[in-house]
């Protein structure tokens, strides 16, 4: 599978997809029905992300390459395209709200904002983001104003931080300073993506965010889990 996703009201409720392939457990995952994705008579693309509506365990987020953002109401039986507003070119990350408002992608071509739970798009990719490929994001759990995102190829091992809801973001840590093409080394030189983030729910000042490094030029593909690192400040330092 390529994307993941857990109901943050109800964690017995998982989704998981892969290319062409949608499945929903309903019991913690010792157990998974068959659904599909995407609108009927489309191509839906490759699933990179999934996201679950804070407050209701059946509206599920899904991006992809190719096909952009898709919704679903009905835990996944049927689906509706929600890229109004942008392109949906390699969408990479996808994230709710706490309050379960807005909704932001990230992509090859930035940063996109739904205020209407997915259905119209703005670009939002202002203050220190360049031109990048951005990858994960994660919202803090109890404040919608703040999140992280990081970038993905073509890197220098970025965290942004927005405090805005994601109107504007802030580069608030970078491990290099150039691009390098990939090497084989364990050492700084080579591309450094951060793929992941986890906010601490006992502690949400606390932030961990892992990266890989792309260790051989000639295959893009072949990545080493890197570091983790941790943040103590809310993802400001």
């Known amino acids: 599978y390529s994307a993941t996703g857990i109901s943050p009201s109800n964690p017995n409720v998982i989704y998981a997809a892969a290319a062409g392939f949608f499945v929903k457990s309903n019991d913690g995952g010792k157990t998974w029905i068959e659904t599909g994705f995407g609108p009927l008579g489309s191509n839906p693309g490759h699933p990179i992300d999934i996201a679950v509506d804070p407050s209701d365990e059946n509206t599920v987020y899904l991006d992809s390459y190719i096909g952009g953002v ?136 606390s932030l961990y965010a892992s990266c890989v490094k792309q260790s051989l030029y000639h295959d893009s593909t072949d990545s080493i889990g890197w570091r983790i690192y941790k943040s103590s400040d809310g993802g400001k330092t």
């Open 70 to 205: 898709f919704k679903s109401t009905d835990g996944g039986k049927t689906w509706i395209s929600n890229a109004f507003g942008y392109s949906g070119a390699e969408t990479r990350g996808v994230a709710v709200t706490p309050d379960g408002k807005n909704v932001i992608a990230t992509s090859r071509s930035g940063v996109f904002l739904s205020q209407d739970k997915g259905v119209n798009w703005l670009p939002v990719g202002i203050g220190d983001i360049g031109p990048d490929e951005l990858e994960p994001i994660e919202f803090h759990p109890t404040d919608s104003n703040k999140a992280v995102l990081g970038d993905s190829q073509n890197t220098l091992g970025s965290i942004f931080l927005t405090s805005d809801g994601g109107r504007s973001w802030k580069n608030v840590f970078m491990l290099k300073s150039t691009f390098d093409a990939p090497a084989a080394s364990t050492g700084l030189d080579g591309t450094i993506a951060f793929t992941d983030f986890a906010w601490s729910l006992s502690n949400p000042n």
